[in-house]
C-alpha cells in the first residue's frame, strides 16, 4: 500500500503545479504565475499531497478572504488522474478545513464548472451545498450562477459550514 503525505506548499512546487494541473481538466489551467503566487503568498492554507517518494501527485490552493475573516476560499483541487480514488482530494480538503478553522473561519467557498458532475458530486458528498447569490441557469441538471466567471462562463457555487 502507497503512503501519502500532505504538506504545506513551498515556493519551488509551482512548476510541479503547473504540470499537474493541464491534468485536471475541467479544472481552469491557471498562467503560471498564478500557482507561484500561491506558493510564496498562500504557503499557509496551500497544500501539497506527495508520495514516500517526495512526488507531488496533487494539490489544493485556497486562502483566508481579506475582506471577511470568517471566509475562505479554495480556489483549486486537482490529483493527478492516476492517483484518484484513493481519498487525497478529500484528505486536502480535510487539511484546508482544519487550518482555516483555526484560524477562525467558519465558511468555505468554492466554484466548479456546471459540467464537472464528478466535483460536484464529491463537493456535496463532503458537505458543500449549493449558493444561492446571483442569476441561475440550469445547466446538466444543476443549477449554475450566469455569467459568474465573465460572459458564458456560468458556475455552480458552494458553500460549507463549519461547527
Not at 113 to 128: C, D, H, S, V, W
Request: net charge neutral.
Amino acid at each position: 500500500m502507497e503512503e501519502f503525505h500532505i504538506r504545506r506548499v513551498k515556493e519551488d512546487d509551482f512548476l510541479k503545479i503547473a504540470e499537474i494541473a493541464p491534468k485536471c481538466p475541467p479544472m481552469v489551467t491557471e498562467r503560471n504565475s498564478i500557482y507561484h503566487i500561491f506558493t510564496k503568498f498562500f504557503k499557509n492554507t496551500s497544500f501539497v499531497v506527495e508520495t514516500t517518494e517526495d512526488e507531488i501527485i496533487g494539490f489544493l490552493l485556497g486562502f483566508r478572504s481579506q475582506e471577511n475573516l470568517q471566509d475562505a476560499y479554495i480556489h483549486l483541487l486537482c490529483v493527478s488522474p492516476e492517483w484518484r480514488k484513493k481519498g487525497l482530494a478529500k484528505a486536502l480538503i480535510w487539511k484546508f478545513l482544519d487550518i482555516v478553522r483555526i484560524k477562525g473561519c467558519n465558511r468555505i467557498y468554492l466554484i466548479a464548472k456546471p459540467e464537472n458532475l464528478t466535483a460536484i458530486e464529491f463537493y456535496k458528498r463532503l458537505g458543500f451545498k449549493f449558493d444561492s447569490e446571483g442569476e441561475k441557469v440550469h445547466i446538466n441538471g444543476v443549477n449554475a450562477v450566469k455569467d459568474y466567471n465573465g460572459f458564458e462562463d456560468h458556475m455552480v457555487i458552494f458553500c460549507k459550514l463549519l461547527d
